[in-house]
């Protein structure tokens, strides 16, 4: 996504075409997320109320795997000097991880 993701682009971008479709197709799951500043709106709550939610505590990046993978990429990140370059070398990364 390019810009910044704001309350209502991550409940219009993500919540609604994808995340509660696949919620939907999957009777009982439950979903987490972080504390992040548009997981916590109230229009994304709003969203995610007819959802099971699981909470997250303070200060527990540890629970997601994925953001293991998120340091591995900064420490391997170059220097880029434009949005292309730096999309270039995280999909280079990315498709590099062990």
């Known amino acids: 996504m390019r810009g910044t993701l704001t309350d209502q682009r991550y409940v219009d971008g993500f919540l609604r075409p994808h995340i509660g479709p696949f919620l939907n197709g999957l009777p009982g799951a439950n979903f987490q997320e972080d504390n992040a500043r548009p997981h916590t709106a ?3 709550q709003d969203f995610l109320r007819h959802f099971q939610t699981l909470p997250w505590p303070a200060r527990s ?3 997601s795997p994925v953001e293991h993978v998120w340091v591995q990429l900064k420490r391997q990140m170059p220097s880029c ?3 292309h370059d730096l999309e270039l070398a995280v999909q280079d990364l990315w498709a590099h991880l062990p």
Do not use: C, G, N
Request: glycine share 0%; no cysteine.
């Open 81 to 83: 000097h434009s949005v």
């Open 61 to 63: 990046p540890d629970l």
């Open 42 to 44: 109230r229009v994304a």
